[in-house]
């Protein structure tokens, strides 16, 4: 029994080899009609390009981190090119002053406005008519979202008609207002929710349709029930990107307060405009707008930093 199996293990080994050799001459030939682009006769076979060279900077790399001073070098630079473009502008005459004051002459509109508290009480009328319709437009818009977004009924029932009414400028509702709520408070209330509680609502249900699958079906499969599962998974993933939102729509609100004003309003940043509008006041324009840029970049600081802290996990 021992010949026999001597004599027939070389010839077993000779034929695993050639079929060894077949194989790799054939996966070669592939390879090399894969190279002429015979192996897909309706592609043209790609350039010869010489590799990529390392960039010098990664200020030009894509998606590629900077460094902090890097970064705070370039953040002050966005304000301070246009800030000396506007110095040059108003010192050296290219602009009437009556059209574009100058940065001194703003600075002093500012002071004088503080001066008299006007610009304070504009300041706190205006922010309160923010917090209370664009308020008003995250506690509807963002329970609505998140129905939309878990339930595939709530998406069919309420996305085609929200997503024709969010094309409805809010400015084409205040003759209406004005005549369902008249003149007061309410109907600028109503102009800054109809203006944002669509998108925001829209943009909820997105965030949170963008939960991935695996956790709520390992969820399910852990015991939870579908109240834990939206409690416990749904909410807190959609979180960051639900105050992501808020950020994105709060700019909205500011917008649509200068709108809201110019209904029957005796304060308001928004009214303060109008006002030095008619009188060609043109440096308290520019004092108020300073003052709408400033308070929109506290509320968007704080936003970020709620962000930060009950989303650690989100990039």
Known sequence: MTGPTQRTTPASSADERAAQAQEAEQRLAEQQESARGGGRPDWSPLPRRAGLKPSASPLFSLR?????????????????????????LSAGGAVDSTFLPSPAAVLRAGVDMASTGELFDDLWT???????????????????????GTFA???????PLIGLLRYLPASAFIPLLIIWLGLGEPSKIAILFIG??????LMTADV?????????????????????????IVVPHSLPGMIDAIRVNAAAAWNFVVVAELINSSAGLGYRIVRAQRFLQTDKIFA??????????????LLRLLRTRVGKWAA
């Open 64 to 88: 590629t981190p900077i460094s902090a001073a890097a970064r705070w070098t370039l953040a002050v630079l966005s304000f301070a090119i246009p800030f000396l473009a506007w110095i040059a």
């Open 126 to 148: 205006t922010t309160l008519r923010v917090l209370e319709g664009f308020g008003l437009a995250v506690v509807v818009s963002v329970p609505l979202g998140i129905l939309m």
């Open 153 to 159: 009924a709530g998406q069919a029932f309420f996305e």
């Open 196 to 201: 944002t509680v669509f998108f925001n609502t």
């Open 208 to 232: 949170v349709r963008a939960v991935p699958n695996s956790l709520i079906d390992v969820s399910y499969t852990l015991g939870a029930r579908r109240g834990e599962v939206l409690r416990k």
């Open 288 to 301: 108020v707008l300073v003052v709408i840029g400033l308070a929109g970049l506290a509320i968007d600081v």
